[in-house]
């Protein structure tokens, strides 16, 4: 009897080993390195984001200048995307609007995680009238029309004259406090089931602060969720920004984004003729929220394969 | 049934006036009124004053909410100024337009996303699966407004096989069948291109449904009694994916009600979106605040449709 | 004796996994005589469930197949029917139940809908010739107001009820196999006799074969008339339930049924089989219990014991009963 009791012990601990070895985010890594869906649209997304980084360092041309002899070019050996009426490099500027669309989608997921994350673990936490009151706050902000809403907003900031490369700070702003809700839910029900486990006692039992008990114990946990969240978040904010940008409401000129270079469509003789105008700007877009999307998919397999998609 | 269905109803009170509030605060917030944006040099400065205390808008903004809100409270959403007639009467006459576009997308996006979520996660892990979940990446991120201009381009302005935008042609007064077949003609690209958008998220959702519920125990069941795959899969599987999506279901009512803005901008289309957009412009409070009002209380109500539906449909949860 | 109904004959259903690849089921062979109570027996993960799948045809694949073997069902080799050939057969002259009785039914469809179902596809039966005999089948399998339950959901039901329902669903086309998977796993103590009761009635009355599939010696005692013992993927005993409880030849059969506690012999402990069922992944040609086998031989660790008939009908895999291992 004393052989066999031995052995199960040497198993356990040859088990216990290999656990181990496997921390849950190696085990995330291997996962997300064997979907090659997202491994493609990590590497063009890093692709993108270091041209547009870097890209514009290389570039003979600058932002704004303007050069009349050599406008409304069809791409060519000199200008690879042509140039728009303005006689401007569209290369140049499809970089320069990459960094501009990039960080407004990544600052605006930013706030929003902030606030979502923030506000979604003291209400999972205190329950009772913290969770009523942030709970309703959250119906009504996922009632709250975004798309009206954000282009009134975007209205007054042209009314306040506010200066084109200030604004992209407001427009990171509201882009992000409309959108902290959905994040919020899904860490506070969360943090609902964490705060029944055991580890939660133990905190109890230090006497740690409740600050100390949200944000270093319960929050870390909901890390999985919140990064899927947020990588499908970024895509998300590039698309509200571009589409604002768009219509005018958004990043405004002369600084470039991806979204208000396709505003040159409007010109009829611009869309009709001389799409290399406007057709990268929204290439760029369509590529780069398809890769943001895949990675987010990616993440959303190896970090939590419970976690249901929509 | 009812009694579950009021005392939601009445739950949405609450929510609904802090939605007024966020909304008539921001509209508070644009400086300039409609007889500014008007830049009408022949008013006079009693005029412009007339005319403000005939629209409420010299009265203090607390006053001027709690005047809108008593108002909306029996349904009166005000005048709207620029065009001359009651707020309601605008959503009406422009809703129906969003209306055919949204629901043509809807029942094509709809069916297309059943089919393919289904054969999808029947094959899954093949060559068509792959395909349709790298599409289902493609259409999910593609901008509203760059896909229209592209399909505009290349279908309307270099093929020419299709009007550029508008509803009708212009000058074209035609009646019956050629009346129909011209809006057709026109509603074509906006309806693609709607479907198009919408049916990336909804093919995964049935995907990841239809995965889900294959791998039950009651579908091994389905199989073990002998049935046909396609009555296994198409009865007994489908049926129950489609529970979930039933919760969808009501999400669609803004969509179908309230008009695509961009798209409708983008094609011309005289929705209700496109008359928002150009409302703002002319800084129109009442139309803007009576529109925006009326998409939350079509969320609202469409989250209350997809929970009554759920109930519906789900005999485990079947409201009593 | 009785005809044979079912024969398996050398059975290989394979699993590809990311591991590698795990025969679920290894050179499985033995037969189903009509009338017949037969228990397959072995821990979980033996192959037991994968052999009852083959014989349906219901293997997940990818990632399972049936790689070699014949299964012959009254002479025909199931394997070489088409799809649509199985599938008439399946739910008409094999039926099936299942360990979970909860998630068994479909929850959207009412009883009475999932009853008629096999009624109307195999037998084309009118709507309401299928509505009287499922209400006779709900009545049979012991559940009072069989008008109500037709009408019912399955949520509305309890386990043991849901498991009834499933057994009047195998019942309905009069099959002349009922595979039980472990039909009694999730059921309270008492239900579970009560299950069983039903089932041996079922065996007495209408003479249907059963392919019983537990871990329960309880369950084989109490149903079984002929016995087939699995061990990782592998048939290592087959016996007559008599012979079998009487003399276990293989060290695992003997260690099963010493780990089974007896009323009224008060042990210090129960025994327990040392060790852990081997990782199923690439198993090598040996005997797979050798590493658990008090009587563990060189030659355990290097061949296979073939499955060889001893005594009449007793058939033992082990080279404790074979020449070559005694030699040793």
């Known amino acids: ?310 | 049934m009812s009694q579950y269905i009021i005392r939601r109803l009445l739950q949405m009170i609450p929510t609904l006036i802090g939605i007024s509030i966020i909304v008539f605060a921001i509209s508070q917030l644009v400086p300039g009124d409609y007889i500014t944006a008007t830049q009408n040099p022949n008013l006079t400065a009693e005029r412009i004053a007339q005319l403000r205390a005939l629209y409420g808008l010299d009265l203090p903004p607390v006053q001027q909410y709690f005047v809108w809100a008593k108002n909306m409270l029996v349904g009166d959403l005000g005048q709207s100024l620029q065009h001359q007639m009651p707020v309601t009467e605008v959503i009406n006459t422009y809703v129906w337009n969003s209306f055919i576009i949204a629901f043509f997308s809807f029942i094509f996006s709809w069916i297309i996303a059943a089919f393919v979520g289904v054969f999808s996660a029947q094959f899954q892990y093949s060559f068509f699966d792959k395909v349709v979940t790298l599409l289902v990446f493609l259409l999910m991120s593609l901008p509203s407004f760059f896909i229209g201009l592209l399909a505009i381009k290349y279908f309307a302005l270099d093929m020419k096989l299709l009007p550029t935008g508008g509803m009708t042609t212009a000058g074209l007064n035609a009646t019956g069948w050629a009346y129909i077949k011209d809006v057709g003609l026109h509603m074509f690209m906006p309806v693609v291109v709607m479907t198009t958008l919408s049916v990336g998220g909804l093919t995964r959702y049935f995907r990841t449904g239809m995965l889900e519920v294959i791998r039950q125990d009651y579908i091994r069941t389905a199989r073990a009694k002998g049935l046909k795959e396609r009555t296994v899969i198409f009865k007994h599987a489908f049926r129950n994916a489609l529970l979930p999506a039933i919760t969808l279901l009501g999400f669609e009512l803004p969509g179908l009600f309230g008009g695509a803005m961009i798209l409708e901008r983008v094609f011309n289309w005289p929705g209700i979106g496109q008359i928002y957009l150009a409302s703002l412009n002319l800084r129109d409070y009442p139309l803007m605040l009576g529109f925006t009002m009326f998409l939350a209380v079509l969320t609202l109500l469409g989250n209350l449709i997809s929970d009554v539906l759920y109930g519906v449909a789900d005999p485990r949860i079947r409201l009593k | 004796m009785a005809k044979e109904l079912v024969a398996f004959r050398n059975l290989e259903t394979h699993f590809k996994t990311s591991a590698g690849t795990v025969k679920a089921v290894n050179d499985v062979s033995f037969s189903i005589r009509e009338g017949e109570t037969l228990c397959v027996v072995g821990e979980s993960g033996c192959g037991k469930s994968v052999t009852a799948m083959s014989l349906m045809q219901l293997i997940e694949s990818p990632p399972g197949k049936i790689v070699g073997g014949e299964i012959f069902f009254e002479g025909k080799d199931l394997l070489k029917l088409s799809k649509k050939e199985m599938s008439r057969l399946r739910g008409k002259e094999i039926a099936m139940i299942f360990q979970e009785p909860m998630s068994s039914l479909n929850p959207v469809f009412t009883i009475g809908k999932q009853i008629t179902e096999p009624l109307l596809y195999h037998l084309n039966m009118t709507q309401k010739e299928a509505k009287a005999r499922a209400i006779e089948l709900i009545t049979m399998v012991g559940i009072p107001r069989p008008d109500k339950i037709f009408h019912s959901y399955p949520h509305e039901l309890s386990g043991g009820m849901r498991q009834r329902i499933m057994i009047a669903i195998a019942l309905s086309c009069d099959p002349k196999l009922l595979i039980a998977d472990e039909p009694t796993t999730a059921l309270d103590v008492t239900i579970q006799a009560q299950i069983l009761d039903l089932m041996r009635d079922i065996k007495t009355k209408r003479n249907t074969a059963i392919m019983m599939i537990t871990h329960d010696l309880g369950v084989v005692a109490e149903m079984a008339d002929f016995v087939v013992v699995m061990y990782a993927g592998k048939v290592i005993e087959e016996a007559s339930v008599l012979e079998l409880f009487r003399e276990p030849r293989h060290p695992y059969t003997q260690g099963l049924l010493k780990a089974k506690p007896v009323i009224n012999q008060r042990k210090e402990r129960l025994y327990s089989i040392p060790g852990q069922v081997p990782n199923p992944v690439d198993l090598g040609e040996n005997c797979h219990f050798h590493d658990r086998c008090e009587f563990c031989m060189e030659i355990c660790k290097t061949k296979a014991p073939p499955l060889r008939a001893h005594i009449d009908g007793h058939k033992t895999a082990c080279w404790l009963y074979e020449e070559e291992g005694k030699a040793q």
């Open chain 1, 1 to 310: 009897m004393e052989q066999p009791s031995l052995n199960r012990t040497e198993q356990l601990q040859e088990q216990l080993k290999i656990v181990k070895a496997e921390s849950p985010w190696r085990i995330a890594i291997r996962r997300f390195a064997k979907n090659r869906l997202a491994l493609i649209g990590l590497i063009i997304l890093f692709l993108m984001a270091i041209i547009c980084a870097f890209g514009p360092f290389f570039s003979p041309y600058e932002l704004n200048q303007t050069d009349i002899k050599n406008k409304n070019l069809a791409p060519n050996a000199q200008y690879w995307l042509g140039t728009d009426k303005l006689g401007r490099d569209v290369l140049l500027r499809v970089m320069l609007a990459g960094r501009i669309s990039l960080t407004v989608g990544l600052v605006a997921t930013a706030i929003s995680v902030v606030i979502g994350a923030t506000l979604g673990a003291v209400a999972g936490f205190y329950r009772r009238f913290a969770d009523t009151i942030i709970m309703r706050i959250a119906d009504i902000f996922l009632a709250l029309p975004t798309l009206p809403i954000l282009i009134t907003l975007g209205a007054i900031l042209s009314d306040l004259k506010i200066e084109p490369s200030k604004r992209i700070y407001f427009l990171m702003l509201i882009i992000g406090i409309l959108g902290w809700v959905g994040l919020a839910r899904l860490v506070r029900s969360q943090i609902l089931t964490l705060r029944e486990q055991e580890f939660m006692q133990a905190t109890e039992a230090l006497g740690l602060r409740d600050s100390r008990k949200i944000f270093r114990h319960l929050l870390p946990n909901t890390v999985p969720i919140i990064i899927v969240s947020a990588t499908l978040g970024v895509a998300g904010a590039i698309l509200t920004e571009s589409a604002l940008s768009f219509l005018g409401l958004g990043v405004v000129p002369p600084t470039p984004s991806w979204g208000n270079m396709i505003n040159a469509a409007n010109n009829l003789i611009d869309f009709r003729k001389r799409p290399w105008i406007w057709i990268p700007p929204g290439m760029c877009i369509l590529v780069t929220v398809t890769a943001i999307n895949l990675i987010g998919d990616g993440l959303r397999d190896a970090l939590d394969p419970k976690m249901k998609s929509r």
